[in-house]
Structures are given as C-alpha cells and as structure tokens.
C-alpha cells in the first residue's frame, strides 16, 4: 500500500499539465487539493461506521470497488504523458536517502524515552545526517540522480515545495485529544474534523482565483498566516475547553491549507516541462513526504516529552507508571481498571498541555514560512513556457462526462 501510494500521488499531480492549460491549471489543482483533503475525515468517519456495522477488515475491503472504478476511469480518460529521456534508476541515491532517513526518523523517536544526550540517539541522529550529507553529495556527481538538485536552484520550486511541506504536518496531535481527551470514538472523531476540510475547500476554491489574478506568492503567504493564527488560537486550549473551541479554530487552519496547498503545487508545475512533471512533483512529493515525517517525528519527541514531564504518577507501580507514560491512550486506559480519576486527569491536563506547545512549534514555523515567501517567492514565472500544449480534446471530454 505504501509502495502504491508513493507511485500514485506525485503522478496524479502530474497529469494535470497535459490536461489543463497554464490559465486553467490552478483550479484543476485546487480541486484535486479538495479531493485529497476530504480523505483527512472521510477515513475515520467510513471506516468508523464501518467498524461498528461490520468485521474489521472491511475498512480495507471498501477501497476494492473504489480502486476498480478509479482504473477503468483511468484507462478511459487520462492519456499518456512520459519523460522522453527517463533516468536509470539510481540505487545507491535510493540506499543513501532510506538508511539516513531511517536513522534519522529512530533517533528522533527515541530521544523522549531514552533522553536527547543518550549514546544510542546522538548515534543515530549523527549516522542519519552523515548518510544523508553522503546522499546530497552523491546526487551532485551521479551521472543520472534521483534527484535533481537543480530543482531547487529555481525559487518558485524551492518555496513551493516547502510551503507545501509546511502546510502538511501541523493536526497530527488532534486525533488522540478527540479520542483520550473528549472521549470520541472513530466515527466522532472524524465528523469534529469536518469544520477542517469546509475551510479547506473555501481556501482552495478562493486559491484558484487569486492564483489567476495576483500570482502564487501572495495567497501562499495568506495562507501561511492563517494557518499560523488558526494554530495559535488552537495552542490556547485548556482540558475544560469544548468543541467549540476547536470547531472555531479548524476551519481558520483549513482556509489556510487551501490557500497555501493549490498555488504552491501550481509554482512547482509552473517550473516543469510537461514531459517531466511526473519527475518534478515526485520529487515534490518525496520532500514533502520526507519532510513531514521528521517533523512529525521531531514534534512528537516535543510532545511526549511535555507529556511525560506533567503527567503525575505518583503512587503508581514502576510498570504501570511506565505504561501511563508511553501515552494518553494507555494511561486512561490503565486509570479506567484501576479505577483511579487523578491518573486520567493528569493525563488528560497534560496531554492537553503539550498538544499546545506542538501547535504554538507550528504556528511559529507556519509564519516563518510566511515571511521568507513574502519576501523571497517570485509571484510569477515570467520565462517558463510549457513544452507541450496540453490536451483540450482531452479536456472537453473530461468535462462532458
């Protein structure tokens, strides 16, 4: 499923030049950035229904028929597009970029359990930086990289690329607040993230028409600012707030999603020929990928080392202390059997406490991003010319059916 998801999604982006002209692409974008943004609540709220209704596999049963239609419509509508000069595949690019990342990603994983000064964690973090400066001075000498560095020389790319980065990381705290915290279950979980995904379909929709008119830079930095104060807002949560706080705060950080997603996917297809687009946003997707999990994994080292740091296990068994330690979920859990309500209050105060820090992390890295766009992105791109002139036949089709 991994492997199948990392072909699909930069190639789905990459279609869009050979369909939709320059004029027309930044609202085919600000749908797709809809259609991918509905699937944030869609998972928990069908596989929650479907959990109650029926066995647990069918939450990856359902995909089937989807997966089957998505084929045939494939086939059908979307024509071929390919690099006329494809690279070899590049191994040892491969090899270099995994094992860093990988070390990486454990070393940041571990720092909260083991401490930041631990031999194993400073080994790690020393062997992923190393492996990954080996992997940057690779691609610059390999006569057909995996990467092409290159890209990144072109400013619309770069910040492109990074805002979409930015913009990716910043909710994954909300579920297990939803659920330990407020005492939601899947299905609930899901239905309170929607304000989320009506902002987002807002700020996308609104994206396509500033895109047009005003350029890419200005409604990607709005959107950074309304993703930092929709945070920022969010970061003041208390563990006797309601959902009427979130639901307040959500659809500001949505609007702020579609503002920044769309346009900033648009500059980045903006600096690619047609014929290497599905290279260009693959490597997009791969940095934004890339990027998202060391944040996730550095912010969740922030967060569990808040959590831990609050949570009061005084008068606990060392293993049960240990456990109501590894997360929210387990301590309420093990307060539940030992029918003790301080534990589950702590956890929740201090789950809630940290949840703040890593969304105000957030909020500060959202409008640092907003600022150096705001100074640094070129609105437009003046020089590049498709290569290609994209497929209005095609296009007329797609909108008939």
């Known amino acids: 499923m991994g492997i ?4 699909l999604t930069p190639v789905v982006m990459a279609v869009l030049p ?11 974008i600000a749908f797709g950035a809809i259609g991918m943004g509905l699937g944030l609540p869609l998972g928990p709220i069908v596989g929650g229904y479907l959990l109650k209704h029926f066995w647990w596999g069918s939450v990856f049963a359902i995909n089937v028929p989807v997966a089957a239609l998505a084929l045939v ?3 059908v509508l979307v024509p071929e597009s390919r690099d006329p000069a494809p690279p070899r595949p590049d191994l040892v690019g491969a090899a270099l970029s995994t094992l860093g990342l990988v070390a ?8 909260p359990g083991r401490g930041w000064g631990d031999h194993v964690v400073l080994g ?9 400066a080996a992997f940057a001075t690779w691609e610059r000498h390999a006569a057909a990289p995996m990467i092409d ?4 020389a072109r400013r619309r790319f770069l910040f492109g690329t990074l805002a979409m980065t930015v913009a990716s990381f910043t909710l994954f705290v909300l579920p297990q607040y939803f659920q330990a915290v407020r005492g939601s279950d899947a299905l609930g979980t899901g239905v309170r993230l929607l304000p989320l995904i009506g902002g987002l379909i807002v700020g996308a929709r609104t994206s396509a ?6 350029g890419t830079r200005v409604s990607i930095a709005a959107g950074l600012v309304l993703i930092a104060g929709g945070l920022a807002f969010g970061a003041t949560t208390t563990v006797d707030s309601g959902y009427a706080l979130a639901a307040c705060w959500l659809p500001v950080v949505g609007a702020g999603a579609g503002l920044t997603l769309a346009p900033a ?12 687009a599905g290279s260009g946003t693959a490597v997009t997707m791969t940095v934004r990928q890339v990027g998202g999990a060391l944040g996730v994994a550095l912010l969740g080292s922030i967060s569990a080392s808040a959590y831990t740091g609050r949570l009061d296990v005084t008068g606990l068994p060392a293993p049960a202390a240990g456990v109501a330690r590894d997360s929210v979920n387990a301590a309420v859990a093990l307060a539940g059997r030992l029918s003790d309500p301080a534990l589950a209050a702590s956890a929740h105060t201090a789950y809630t406490q940290a949840m703040d820090i890593v969304l105000a992390c957030c909020a500060a890295v959202a409008l640092a991003g907003a600022v150096f766009i705001a100074m640094l992105m070129p609105a437009r791109d003046a020089t590049a010319q498709p290569s290609e002139e994209p497929n209005h036949e095609l296009a007329d089709l797609v909108s008939r059916a």
């Not at 454990?106 to 720092?111: H, P």
């Not at 790690?124 to 990954?132: A, D, H, I, N, S």
């Not at 560095?149 to 990144?152: D, I, S, V």
């Open 104 to 111: 990486l990603v454990y070393g940041l994983i571990e720092a």
């Open 4 to 7: 199948g998801a990392a072909v």
């Open 265 to 276: 996917m648009d500059a980045v297809l903006g600096e690619l020929p047609v014929a290497r």
């Open 73 to 75: 419509a494939v086939a």
């Open 209 to 214: 028409t500033l895109t047009v008119r005003i």
């Open 149 to 152: 560095l290159g890209l990144f």
């Open 18 to 28: 050979v369909i939709f002209s320059p004029d027309e692409r930044p609202k085919a």
């Open 124 to 132: 790690m973090l020393g062997t992923g930086l190393l492996l990954l």
